[in-house]
């Protein structure tokens, strides 16, 4: 299996657009979303991964097919962090495959920094795959803090791979 990230050329920008509805199909069984009246889920502004020099954007393929995204921001929510997934989407087939940890790890590799990784707390699923991806790439050497306030409700885990 040959898994590839890339990040995407503002003319790709379509692409996570058009996954964009699968990923919030997927996740609104953990946060109740439902279709707008075009039938799709609403979504802000993603022009945002392009533009700004504090996010990034990547697609990643597997066997050359295209399998999914992530975003990254620097919207985090202690002050120590700098850095936060955003949005990491792997499609249903190329689950519990190795293909979340291979993209996550590559992804940390790519930018060094203080991270932060928030999942809802209904998300049970996402924090036994961040609980497992983070203990391998840090050796376990990562925080988790559950927060619950008007901001966050869930566990944010926390690390820093700039050593």
Known sequence: MNIELRSPLRS???LIRQMMDFYLYDFSE?????????GHFEYGDLDYF????????????????????VLVDNEVRFATSERSITEFFVMRKYR???????????????????????VMESNKP???FWRKV????????FQETLLNNA????????????Q
Request: proline share 4%.
């Open 12 to 14: 790709d920008r379509y």
């Open 30 to 38: 953990f946060d109740g979303a439902d279709l707008d009246e075009h």
């Open 50 to 69: 392009w533009f700004e020099p504090t996010h990034a954007s990547y697609l990643f393929t597997v066997d050359s097919k295209l399998a999914g995204f």
């Open 96 to 118: 519990r495959r190795g293909v979340g940890k291979t993209i996550a790890h590559e992804v940390f590799d790519r930018m060094p920094a203080s991270w932060e990784v928030a």
């Open 126 to 128: 996402a924090q036994a």
């Open 134 to 141: 983070l203990g391998e790439y840090r050796q376990g050497a």
């Open 151 to 162: 901001e966050w409700n869930g566990p944010v885990f926390c690390f820093d791979n700039r």
